[in-house]
């Protein structure tokens, strides 16, 4: 049986369109758009009404960069699929792209049947992964193709992280060029690791073992010179490239060079850089802690390159690197030195969110905020326009948007499976009221009407942003 629901009076924003117009859902796609009281729009007959006069309606929230469960230092992020998809639904992001690991020794594969086994029944809404590439070889050079034939068509290398996850030049120079030939996507963690360790071990010796010294060890030149790198083994293996987590306004800079040179470069920011600062890292009795991610937060003063870099297109979009852990006993473990400290933030719930603020701040407009938070992550891995955009055909993953609710972001009220928020007590204008996942209200009216198990798995195709 068929069941359709029509979405009435809203504002329908899209990254290219804001206009007055009624959704009509059907068996969970987009079935049409009507300029709203239109006769074509007045025509669209279904089960149920949903009325969204005063809202926005929008597309559900691409975050192109989750770690739930990801295994650092000792320890695992706290949230889980199951927490952490309930959160992004909670949030407005109806699809995450997570990143399945592979441990040095093993295979692709090995790596991508375990987060498969993870998320499998788990997940409140669709899911799809990248792959992260720890060991470069004949093999794994071998096991991309298949993993680009059946979906995961991007693959993260790091030049940071030594003895973990870190790739060299040559091993990164070989996954480039086999990317450039089978169409996969490499995204880079663009820190010279090398170097960094060198420093870490240096300020440790000092007796620098508060958490503001991981900012401090972790220079933005080391950012920009490993981007810098990065671009030009990608433009000597041809291959497109996108890298991750920009902090640096150099980063920036480099990324903006390579991109007015005609290359298919990318670079992808996050809340975190936005809206925090060095000042976070700085706080005292250890809470600092709180705010150690990799890249670091900067100096405020990086803000403005960051938001530029929105406005101008070199950098195209915003996830958040959603990797929580908690203070109690999980940042805890780098009391007395920072480098022990588990790299990652909380934010899969707030992205939105902060980024409608933005809006309301004047760094971006509101289709840009839309482009940036659901189009191009979609388009940039191959999900579009099935998600990230309304349009006949699309799946009704749709976000009614109170754009004048108020809120304060709180531990209190969030729910990521953390016992902290890196935006704690930040007034933000605007809220998630309802969510729909290909046509099933998973938020309902600010309630969780959703359950484990609904979303799937979502097979994506290549890069659909090269020039
Ligand atoms: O600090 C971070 N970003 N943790 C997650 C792993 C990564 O490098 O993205
Ligand atoms: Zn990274
Ligand atoms: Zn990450
Ligand atoms: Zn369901």
């Not at 990608?234 to 497109?240: E, H, S």
């Not at 600092?288 to 803000?303: D, M, N, W």
């Amino acid at each position: 049986m068929s069941s359709r629901t029509v979405i009435r009076g809203g504002l329908v924003i899209t990254a290219s369109d804001e206009i007055h117009a009624d959704v009509l859902i059907e068996d969970g796609r987009i079935a049409a758009l009507a300029a709203s009281g239109t006769p074509a729009a007045r025509a669209f007959t279904a089960d149920r009404t949903i009325d969204a006069t005063g809202k926005y309606v929008i597309p559900g929230g691409v975050d192109a960069h989750t770690h739930m469960e990801l295994p650092f230092g000792g320890t695992f992020a706290s949230d889980t699929f199951e927490t952490g998809t309930r959160a992004a639904a909670w949030g407005g992001t109806t699809t995450v792209v997570d990143f399945a690991v592979q441990s040095v020794g093993h295979s692709l594969r090995e790596g991508l049947d375990a987060w498969h086994a993870k998320a499998e029944g788990n997940c409140a809404v669709d899911y799809g992964f990248h792959m992260i590439v720890s060991d470069v070889n004949a093999e794994t050079l071998k096991e991309m193709d298949l993993l680009v034939e059946e979906g995961v068509t991007s693959f993260k290398q790091f030049m940071a992280y030594p003895g973990v996850f870190y790739s060299d030049d040559g091993q990164i120079l070989r996954a480039m060029q086999r990317s450039a030939e089978n169409g996969g996507l490499i995204m880079m963690h663009a820190e010279n690791g090398i170097a960094i360790d060198v420093l870490v071990e240096q300020a440790l010796a000092r007796g620098e073992t508060d958490p503001r010294f991981h900012g401090e060890v972790r220079k933005a030149l080391l950012e920009a010179e490993a981007t810098h790198r990065a671009i030009r083994l990608a433009q000597v293996a041809g291959a497109p490239l996108y890298v991750v987590h920009v902090s640096a306004t150099e980063a920036v800079a480099e990324l903006a060079r390579a991109r007015d040179e005609g290359l298919n470069v990318f670079g992808e920011t996050c809340p975190q850089y936005l809206f925090l600062s060095t000042d976070n890292l700085a706080e005292p009795d250890f809470e600092g802690a709180k705010y150690v991610c990799s890249t670091p937060l900067r100096p405020k003063e990086h803000q403005a390159a960051l938001w530029r870099g929105l406005r101008t297109n070199d950098l195209q979009v915003v996830s958040t690197d959603h990797c929580p852990f908690c203070f109690a006993g999980q940042k805890e473990l780098g009391r007395g030195d920072f480098s022990r400290i588990p790299n990652g933030l909380p934010g899969v719930e707030n992205r939105m969110d902060l980024l409608h603020q933005a809006v309301l701040d004047g760094h971006i407009s509101r289709r840009r905020w839309i482009e940036i938070a659901c189009a191009t992550p979609a388009r940039m891995f191959g999900l579009y326009p099935k998600k990230g955009t309304l349009a006949p055909g699309a799946d009704a993953d749709v976000v009614i948007y109170d754009p004048a609710a108020e809120q304060v972001i709180s531990a209190d009220t969030h729910h990521m499976n953390v016992d902290y928020s890196a935006y704690e007590g930040t007034r933000v204008t605007g809220c998630v009221e309802t969510v729909l996942s290909r046509g099933v209200p998973v938020i309902t009216g600010r309630e969780y009407t959703g359950h484990a198990g609904h979303g799937v798995y979502t097979p994506r195709s290549t890069c659909q942003y090269l020039t």
